[in-house]
């Protein structure tokens, strides 16, 4: 959706390597979130963040990380690339606008590709 | 086990006609129930987005609707034209956070 910005948009990297992959929210929303996508399956939930702090985990292993900045903006690490990382991540920024009141928009994503 | 399950996993419909997309969840603490359109190697689109006391919501020619007692939703797409070929991903946001379950989505594919 407009105004969730990622980057790069694509990237290629080699086994072993270390990627940093970048999001920038829309205006105004506080909360972030990273997804997976390996092709042909649905997103898989690997961070979310709300006010730099982390919110929510998924069933990655300790290769990923992220973080959140004061402007709300994030990054996605991933260490020790293998091949099976590669994948479409997507970002979504989350309006929070009030309990159980949450509305999400995604980026174009990051297409990573390990060889 | 996916707390989100949708079917079928791909259909293909002629241009012109009708088709209908199930989505079963059991996610809870339910906090709302979006219907998402994504191109291959596209960040998904929203196309509807319902809440816990809505039954019912259009957008164009999609129709999302939603039985919170029986924890089921669908999609239905009228008319389908080329441009609907995509995945049709039911995504329910969870708790007040609203950590979003992904279902793995259903391959539409419209052919003339």
């Known amino acids: 959706d407009a105004g969730v910005t990622q980057s790069p948009t694509h990237l290629i990297k080699t086994r072993g390597q270390q990627v940093t992959l970048r999001c920038s929210p829309i205006?105004?929303?506080?909360?972030v979130s990273w997804y997976q996508q390996v092709l042909g399956q649905g997103p898989q939930f690997i961070f979310q963040?709300?006010?730099?702090?982390?919110?929510g985990r998924g069933n990655f292993p300790d290769r990923f990380s992220a973080r959140q900045f004061p402007n709300y903006s994030s990054e996605l690490n991933v260490n020790a690339l293998l091949l099976g990382d590669s994948a479409l991540y997507l970002c979504?920024?989350?309006?929070?606008?009030?309990?159980?009141?949450?509305?999400?928009?995604f980026g174009q994503g990051t297409r990573l590709t390990v060889v | 086990k996916n707390q989100v399950e949708q079917s079928p996993q791909s259909l293909i419909i002629l241009e012109g006609k009708n088709c209908t997309l199930q989505?079963?969840?059991?996610?809870?603490?339910?906090?709302?129930l979006r219907w998402y359109k994504q191109d291959t190697g596209r960040g998904p689109v929203s196309l509807t987005i319902?809440?816990?006391?809505?039954n019912t919501k259009s957008n164009g020619r999609y129709t999302a609707t939603l039985d919170a007692d029986t924890k089921q939703s669908s999609l239905h797409i009228t008319a389908s034209q080329l441009s609907d070929s995509a995945s049709y991903i039911c995504?329910?946001?969870?708790?007040?956070?609203?950590?979003?379950?992904f279902g793995a989505g259903t391959q539409v594919v419209v052919t003339p």
């Open positions: 979504a920024s989350i309006h929070l606008r009030g309990p159980m009141n949450t509305e999400a928009f």
């Open positions: 963040y709300y006010e730099k702090e982390e919110r």
């Open positions: 319902m809440t816990f006391s809505e």
């Open positions: 995504v329910v946001s969870e708790g007040s956070w609203g950590k979003l379950q």
């Open positions: 989505c079963n969840y059991t996610v809870s603490p339910f906090s709302n």
């Open positions: 205006s105004g929303h506080k909360s």
